[in-house]
């Protein structure tokens, strides 16, 4: 049998990479019984047919180290995270719940600012004052902008990374000019709405030529939180569980409790107020669900 990764389904048809060439598969049918569907980025096994050498059937999916759901991606190990500088304004809600979803599907985030170009020094530290003393990685691209190609180009080698966002800040112009032939339709952003028109209909992983594999997602411009509790939120902010062991409650959620360090921290400037609030705000989303 040969080793082989799904960069595709469509319809039942899985096309799997085999390091030279592409083979179109079908899964066998015990997957089905089994309750188990193959998933883009899935490793696997695959028999090729007797009659035709470029099509196969899938024998064996190896054990995913994740899953995702939207995407619907197996095996992915970091999420580049992309949000305008601006046109369209940067949501940093929903920025911070995709920094959320990359931690509870174990992958390494990485946020990247777009479309830097448009932006002044400033600007860039503005934001990158909102993660203080959160220690994640954080780029300023443009498709413009050899230097930033090059970066976003080392990040992504050798590894099965997933790019996610709202529509209209650049992902696939970013991945156009990462690598030209992918030939990805890139969207307008609507003057009206000032945000993307969706372009991306489905998860597909495209092979880079420099080694790893991207996938695109459909943007969006929504994320719910799913399983997280309240008294659980706190730890996927990591500035807030820097400071929070001080707390005189050991069940402080940093909220309207007394005497909360979490707070003064904010006030010293240690924890950004826009993320604090964010907290707030994503703390009574979760509220909210438990009552319903």
């Known amino acids: 049998m040969i080793d082989g990764i799904i960069i595709r389904g469509v319809g039942g048809n899985y096309y799997v990479d085999t390091g030279n060439k ?19 980025g899935d490793k696997v096994l695959i028999r090729l047919t007797e009659e035709d050498e470029n099509q196969g059937y899938i024998e064996e999916i190896k054990e995913r180290s994740n899953e995702m759901v939207r995407p619907p991606v197996a095996n992915a190990e970091q999420l580049l995270i992309f949000f305008a500088v601006t046109n369209p304004e940067p949501s940093f809600l929903l920025l911070d719940k995709l920094l959320i979803a990359a931690e509870t599907n174990k992958l390494k985030p990485i946020i990247c600012f777009n479309k830097c170009d448009l932006a002044d020094e400033k600007l860039k530290k503005e934001y990158e004052n909102i993660f203080v003393n959160t220690d994640y990685r954080i780029i300023f691209t443009s498709k413009n902008e050899e230097d930033s ?26 991945m156009n000019a990462v690598q030209p032939d992918f030939q ?21 992983i495209y092979k880079l030529d420099s080694g790893g594999y991207v996938v695109d997602t459909p943007g969006f411009s929504s994320f719910e939180l799913e399983g997280i509790g309240e008294f659980d939120l706190k730890e996927y902010y990591p500035e807030i569980k820097k400071y929070d062991s001080g707390c005189r ?44």
């Open 249 to 292: 409650f050991a069940d402080c959620l940093h909220y309207k409790e007394p005497n909360c360090v979490i707070k003064d921290a904010v006030n010293d400037g240690l924890i950004s107020h826009t993320r604090y609030n964010n907290y707030l705000r994503l703390l009574e989303e979760i509220r909210k669900i438990k009552i319903y």
């Open 184 to 204: 990805l339709k890139t969207g307008e952003i609507s003057d009206k709405l000032k945000r993307g028109k969706h372009t991306t209909r489905h998860a597909e």
């Open 22 to 40: 592409l083979i179109e598969c079908r899964a066998r049918g015990l997957f089905r019984l089994k309750n188990i569907k193959p998933l883009v």
């Open 149 to 174: 190609l090059i970066e976003i180009k080392n990040i992504l080698k050798d590894k099965l990374t997933v790019f996610s966002g709202p529509s209209g800040v650049g992902k696939s112009s970013i």
